[in-house]
């Protein structure tokens, strides 16, 4: 025959209950906390990202640019020599 739980264990169980949930909003709440970091990190380095990409595209066309503009120099000095 079991015994009849008395109340101090009824307020132990509670209290244990208690903070059981209390810890596991924490967590919970960690865990969101070191989600939103890392998507703030993963969109920082997409940033990041974009910007080389810009500059290499920048680079590329500006480099581009001054072929082509040498390309100008070499046609106008055959011009200007016939």
């Known amino acids: ?9 009824l307020d ?13 909003i ?5 865990l969101i906390q070191q989600t939103l970091e890392q998507r ?3 969109h920082e380095h997409d940033i990041l990202l974009a910007r080389e990409e810009v500059k290499k595209r920048y680079e590329e066309a ?4 001054e072929e082509k503009y040498k390309q ?5 000095e055959k011009i200007n020599l016939q």
Do not use: L
């Open 26 to 30: 924490k967590w919970r709440n960690e």
């Open 72 to 76: 100008w120099q070499k046609f106008c």
């Open 12 to 24: 132990f169980v509670a209290c244990e209950s208690d903070r059981f949930e209390s810890e596991k």
């Open 1 to 9: 025959m079991q015994k009849p739980v008395t109340q101090e264990e």
């Open 40 to 42: 703030e990190r993963e």
């Open 62 to 65: 500006e480099r581009m640019r």
